[in-house]
């Protein structure tokens, strides 16, 4: 077969390597210590360097794939892709470096080799790679040809390419690693063929070729297609301050050149600033099924004419059979077909995986509305927009997103404009002089639209280049589209509903994450068996008064879901809230402070509030602290409170030394060798199958915390309160209620005593306090249907 240098390079050919590779083998023989200290080294780095390498591979690809294909955004990028290999599989990787690197014979040039670089114009270089692959070793390809800063690679009318700095136009992406597989499948299926004729001496000869042990070795791997794992890396977030490294170089070296001013610039601050690096393995590509008949009988006479993989890979010979030229021709064709179909495939399937993250929806957005003319958002807009584009986002199982928006804690306050992620970004828009907030609008100034040297462009305008990174995914795009539409559309049970979706979201990512093995010895001791996930409940034919429960301290919402379905049959609308750290594991609620209770208290009133024309909050115990705390804060539609069991002191005089022990964790926990004074205390619970058995010090501080802070806060509650506290309490102190009571700043305040002498009164429907409740609502604050 013969295809022009054009279509095979990987970055093109020249008579450098002729020259320099005398004996291609000898010459690029990886050194096995260089690798091993290499991975040891990055290993003992990684836990010192800013930037946090996460390796997407739930199927384990890494160890099936041969050939991995990435993009090309950073230097480092091509170090890390060894490591990461290598370090997972154990296997040596071959990746093709620019022949820059190998002009001088010197140190470095050496170590690179020693590594599996292999110069990317080598004459001999894809018959090299296809014969490493058959002895095992994997090879990483960067298909774009170099550094795709602008990340600019689909065009207006929807094709891939990118642009060359030494042509100094846009190119097709390299079709190298689509030649190398192609031809290396086409080479496997004339050694199957030639064992189907049972020619051992030729396969034998091709053993001894290759280096392999045995001719049964070399079927082995005939047998196996060869496998392309289009891949991808993304970097989150962007940066483009100057840091300490940066200003060093500068101050020292004086004005540098621009293009290594700017990769020092941005590359640094991926180093040594928190940045996410996602490397996500796509699905393995096979290049074909199969060789139909008379293509594996033309394959297996190549096999035995040609002597070298070189010669398969050129297989053109003065001295071929006129049978050969035939069958050679018909090769030949099919693959330069199939070539480009392949190149085009991997291309799509390694910008797809792209890990899509906060900057990539906002810059989208905002480019969008500029190519459509726009010159203003609303900041309102602004954050709906991208809300309702993350919650569209979610609902795609095929796109690759970004953890911070598979955590709804991570963007709770986006529609607010409270959230770090919003605040970075806005704050580099305005830096660069890309946007300007005026009384509550975002104006899309004129440099968004300017063009900018492919060696300023991060600096100068990084929406457009995490706009374009995110061109490829039409999933992605979509979403950010259809949220600009729709944006009006939303009204109160829409927004409510998408609320609700990020209450259960981020307890399933609270219960996946502290899952872990290592939380096992505690979590393992655990008795609870009902759920944690939080509910909605909405009757056909709903009242105007929604419901807001609140479970107590080391519960979950099971707490109080039967009283929620009563509550539901009875024609309200009712959520069941989790506390943040409840209805996971212990380990999540030993993290937590108090406010963060309180904030899942405003995420289900939230969610109500869009459902219903009035809410009331009805708590138990710690529940009912967080209810009468967020009633002081006068929200919105607030109907009034049912507090049942809520604490000022508690019956357990232990409770003041807590702040000690806590402070003794605090202090130990640092040790390496001792955890903690007492981090967990068993708990005795009246409902085992509910509550954690292992009750974290840290969350009784807490309790205590949120207790205090409740005291100087009843006074600014002036809504309905009704309270409800047991006679003989074991845990809360009966004379809470009534210190409650008297401090209540309402006259529509009521307390009814429960005569028990167990804590869970509301649970237990204790002298049927659950229908006591609901005829309050009902009287006191109308029960009328909403139908």
Known sequence: MEISSDDTAVDGVDDMGREFFPDIAKSLEINESACTWTVRALTALKQRLGVNIKLHDPDNIIHDGEIFLFNHFARFETVISHYLIHKETGAYCRSVASAEFFAEDNKFSRYIRGLGAVPNNHPKLLPFLAAEILRGRKVVIFPEGGMVKDRLVVDKRGEYNVYSRIADERRKHHSGAAVLSLTLDAFKSGMLQLHRMGDRETLQRWTDEIGLDSVEALLERARKPTLIVPSNITFYPIRVTRHLLHQAVSFFGGDLPTQFSEELLIEGNILFKDTDMDICLGEPMQSVDSWPFLYRRALGRFAREKKTMEAWFNRSSARDSSITRLGRHYVTKRLGRLVPILRDEYM????????????????????????????????????KALYIAIKKLQKQPAVRIHRS??????????????????????????????????????????????????????????????????????????????????????????????????????????????????????????????????????????????????????????????????????????????????????????????????????????????????????????????????????????????????????????????????????????????????????????????????????????????????????????????????????????????????????????????????????SENTDNVQEKIIEYLVSEMGGESGR
Not at 355 to 374: K, Q
Request: overall charge negative.
């Open 348 to 383: 799509v399937k390694m910008y797809e995986r792209v890990t899509v993250n906060f900057g990539h929806l906002a810059s989208h957005l905002i480019m969008t509305l500029v190519e459509r003319s726009h010159t203003e958002i609303s900041r309102d807009e602004f954050y």
């Open 405 to 762: 928006l598979r955590k709804p804690s991570a963007y709770r306050g986006l529609l607010e404009g409270d959230t770090d992620d919003l605040q970075e970004f806005l704050s580099t828009a305005t830096q660069q002089e890309l946007l300007r907030e005026e009384d509550g609008i975002y104006y899309f100034l004129p440099k968004l639209r300017e063009k900018h040297d492919l060696d300023q462009i991060r600096i100068e305008n990084p929406i457009a280049v995490a706009a374009n990174e995110l061109a490829p995914v039409a999933l992605a795009t979509r979403a950010v589209h259809e949220a600009i539409v729709t944006l009006d559309h939303f009204d109160g049970p829409g927004w409510s509903q998408m609320h609700f979706d990020d209450m259960r979201m981020q307890f399933a990512w609270a219960k996946e994450k502290f899952s872990d093995e290592s939380y096992a010895e505690i979590n393992d001791q655990e008795t609870a068996t009902e759920s944690g996930e939080p509910y909605l409940l909405i009757p056909e034919a709903r009242k105007k008064l929604g419901i807001v429960l609140v479970h107590g301290f080391l519960a979950s919402p099971a707490e109080l879901k039967n009283f929620g379905e009563k509550l539901a049959e009875n024609g309200y609308p009712v959520v069941g809230v989790r506390l943040a750290g409840h209805g996971t594991s212990p380990w999540d609620l030993r993290g937590r402070q108090w406010q963060s209770w309180l904030e899942s208290v405003r995420d289900g009133y939230k969610v109500m509030a869009g459902l219903s024309e009035r809410v009331c909050l009805i708590g138990f115990s710690t529940g009912a602290t967080l209810s009468l705390m967020l009633s002081a804060e006068k929200p919105d539609k607030l109907a009034g409170v049912v507090s049942v069991s809520a604490a000022l002191k508690f019956m357990n005089s232990n409770m003041i030394f807590v702040p000690l022990l806590h402070g003794a964790n605090t202090i130990t926990k640092w040790l390496p060798s001792f955890e903690g004074v007492m981090p967990f205390r068993e708990n005795n619970s009246e409902h085992p199958q509910i509550n954690y058995r292992n009750m974290p010090m840290r969350g009784l501080f807490e309790l205590r915390r949120v207790v205090d802070e409740l005291g100087d806060k009843l006074g600014d509650i002036e809504c309905p309160v009704s309270l409800y506290q047991g006679t003989q309490d074991p845990v809360v102190d009966p004379k809470s209620a009534d210190q409650i009571f008297a401090k209540l700043n309402t006259n529509e305040k009521w307390l009814h005593q429960i005569p028990s002498k167990r804590h869970g009164i509301l």
